[in-house]
């Protein structure tokens, strides 16, 4: 098990699909492609009853192109400062939860922003899950056919510790969405448990 407050790593069964309590902050969820950020998401958001938004979808809609072509069609580091705008402008709105791409966390003003306005969730994946998610998938341009594992690997070493600095870590597996969903719920009560000592958060979850 992690050792971070609010991490979870072994499987849940949950007693009760009820959430009783509403999060203080906007959740965002992090991690690389293949985590699960958006199935996950729209889920979580779901069991909250709070808007979902996708943050590579919102910057696509800003730009009018798709984020392959946003550098090339404005220059150099306009899809950084892009995804930095619209996460900013997202956790000024209500509480929701928000996926991120797999990059944002790994952006320092776009990660010192997420950690001061909202609870960061990452969704941690070992190489195997990662792997039977995205090989073959034609929506991952990152990825180089047969190369899948060197590029994820190299990411994961580059990146994992970055993402160590979220508020809550949620170990992802190979199981039915909802299970994961409530361990991240599970995680969630209790990291505003220990930073919200004062917040009522649990009826039944």
Not at 116 to 140: C, F, N, P
Not at 179 to 185: K, Q, Y
């Amino acid at each position: 098990m992690e050792s971070k407050s609010g991490s979870s790593d072994t499987p849940f069964r949950p007693t009760s699909p009820a959430v009783g309590f509403m999060p203080p902050q906007p959740v965002v969820l992090i991690g690389l492609m293949g985590c699960g950020k958006t199935s996950i998401g729209k889920r979580l958001a779901k069991r909250f009853d709070l808007p979902f938004c996708d943050s590579d979808q919102e910057v696509e809609e800003a730009a009018g192109c798709s984020i392959n072509d946003i550098d090339s069609v404005f220059g150099e580091g306009a899809f950084q400062s892009g995804e930095y705008k619209v996460i900013s402008r997202l956790l000024a709105q209500q509480v929701q939860v928000i996926a991120t791409g797999c990059f944002s966390f790994t952006y320092e003003v776009t990660r010192k922003l997420i950690k001061e306005k909202s609870i960061s969730v990452w969704l941690k994946a070992d190489i195997k899950t990662l792997l039977e998610r995205v090989t073959g998938r034609k929506d991952r341009p990152l990825l180089e056919a047969g190369k899948e594992d060197e590029a994820l690997l190299k990411m994961m070493e580059d990146y994992y510790s970055l993402f160590s600095e979220s508020d809550v870590c949620v170990q992802t597996y190979d199981e039915p969405a909802n299970i994961t969903v409530d361990r991240v719920i599970i995680a969630i009560s209790q990291f505003i448990n220990s930073k919200y000592p004062d917040y009522h958060v649990l009826k039944s979850v």
